[in-house]
Nanobody
């Protein structure tokens, strides 16, 4: 019943854009901070961006700051990651994570993003 499902990944050319979505079911996102993570082949999972429960504060990794934007719509139980000016090094599986104050986490299954000519 409790699920996070990512979507919106795919193949894009360098310099292109994608918007990832994370849809929650079985629980309400309004009590959870949300993070986007990514994992490239042969590398450890790394944090990309996060947003507080009401969307009042955001964080971006230095590598993508100024090119990615995280947002949320609690009424729709959705979180988004707008990715612009994509570089080949952004190729990875992207995951959504919901975290509540107690430390309880929910993870999505991931969506593949490939940046290539």
């Amino acid at each position: 019943q409790v699920q996070l499902v990512e979507s919106g990944g795919g193949l894009v050319q360098p310099g292109g854009s994608l918007r990832l979505s994370c849809a929650a079911s079985g629980f309400n996102l309004d009590s959870y901070a949300i993070g986007w993570f990514r994992q490239a082949p042969g590398k450890e999972r790394e944090g990309v961006s996060c947003i507080t429960t009401s969307g009042g504060s955001t964080f971006y990794a230095d590598s993508i700051k100024g090119r990615f934007t995280i947002s949320r719509d609690n009424a729709k139980n959705m979180v988004y990651l707008q990715m612009n000016s994509l570089k080949p090094e952004a190729t990875a599986v992207y995951y959504c994570r919901a975290t509540i104050i107690t430390g309880q986490n929910y993870w999505g299954q991931g969506t593949q993003v490939t940046v290539s000519s």
